[in-house]
């Protein structure tokens, strides 16, 4: 899932400050599973800029609405009317729901209340891990199903660098070293013979370094 979090909301207010109308759209989607972006935090949003802005004695009505997915036009589309009367979206989507909002509503503004963080996973409550930096070209069957691009700060492809001391990456000492996540996964399975193979330097053409990427299926009838 996308993880995000909200900006701070100095920014926000000052990201806000010239509109009169403004509607605050969230998702229920990812960012609702990571307490960024769902109703309770619109809602939330909504009452702390309405009390500031009346403390700074702006007029003007704050609108709230929550869609299944920010992403997909379908359901953006059915914003329309509330996008109407609005000067500003202000999206509480991840960076997709943003750009999605500003190429269906050309004539209005859309700006983020979120900041996009990475893709990942709950690993306990209240704490999301990177998991996965969506390369373009999957390489877990050969390292044990943990991934060195996303898990390893460097994207080492041939084991560790000369930083890593006790399993802990020199980056931060929070973080696991990846390449000793997986040299442990490999040996529990008994698979330690692939690290024997060298891996090729990647082909970085199929992650963003390729510039916007997009997928085509053409079982979906389009």
Known sequence: MIIADRKPFEEIKELTSKAKNILIAGCDSCVAVCLAGGEKEVAVLASELRMQRKM????GEIEEIVNVRQCENEYVDAMRDKVEKADLILSMACGVGVQTLAERFPDKLAYPALNTKFMGRPVEPGVWKENCEGCGHCILHLTGGICPIARCSKSMLNGPCGGSQGGKCEVDPEIDCGW??????LSRLGQLDALVEI???????????GGPRRVIKESAGV
């Open 199 to 209: 891996m090729l330097p990647k082909d970085w053409s199929t992650s963003w370094s």
């Open 56 to 59: 700074d004695g702006l007029e």
């Open 180 to 185: 000793q996540l997986i040299y442990d996964r």
